[in-house]
């Protein structure tokens, strides 16, 4: 091996594509310096290199951290307060909808019982008017008395097709579980 300008075959650069040629570019790499001083710099900028970019990757996941957080606490807080005001409109809606089935229990259950008051007046007037008339027929003749019997039977009929008409709403008022 030849010893080029001066240099002791230490100091020679081994595996230098140009050995033994000076390059006149001026170019990004500096081909007088030894390899050894190269490789130690070209490593140098590699770790500053992968230094800036770890940092930088760093710092973009953490701003993109802090804003997910930002974010997603205002997300999750507009969620909570949205699932509030659906529940407070359920309530509402819930209390409207139970009192007006209450109202309308009320009112079946009012007139069921004005209609069950109606009926019992109705039969005891049935009653004492029948009373009436059985004393009534006893002193007539057997002809009137008859044809009272007669209108007395018809309306026996009228009271019990009347009370089995009040015995189906009594019934329709108990399958709403109201008591009669």
């Excluded at 230490?10 to 001083?37: F, L, M, Q, R, Y």
């Excluded at 130690?40 to 996941?61: G, P, R």
């Excluded at 039977?153 to 009228?158: G, M, R, S």
């Amino acid at each position: 091996m030849s010893v080029v300008d001066g240099e002791s075959p230490a100091e020679k650069p081994v595996g230098n594509p140009t050995e033994g040629i000076n390059p006149k570019s001026t170019g990004p790499i500096d081909w007088n310096i030894p390899w050894t001083d190269y490789a130690v710099e070209q490593a140098q900028i590699a770790q500053k290199t992968i230094e800036s970019t770890l940092d930088n990757a760093i710092e973009v996941t953490r701003s993109r951290v802090d804003r997910i957080l930002t974010t997603s606490s205002a997300h999750f807080n507009q969620t909570i307060d949205s699932l509030q005001d659906l529940k407070s409109d359920y309530s509402t809606y819930e209390d409207i909808v139970f009192g007006k089935i209450k109202g309308l229990f009320e009112t079946l259950l009012s007139r069921a019982d004005t209609k069950v008051k109606e009926l019992r007046q109705s039969i005891d007037l049935l009653k004492a008017e029948s009373e009436k008339l059985e004393d009534v027929l006893r002193e007539l003749p057997s002809r009137e008395a008859s044809r009272f019997r007669t209108q007395v039977t018809n309306l026996a009929k009228e009271a019990k097709k009347e009370r089995n008409a009040m015995s189906k709403e009594v019934t329709k008022i108990s399958n709403y579980g109201i008591s009669v």
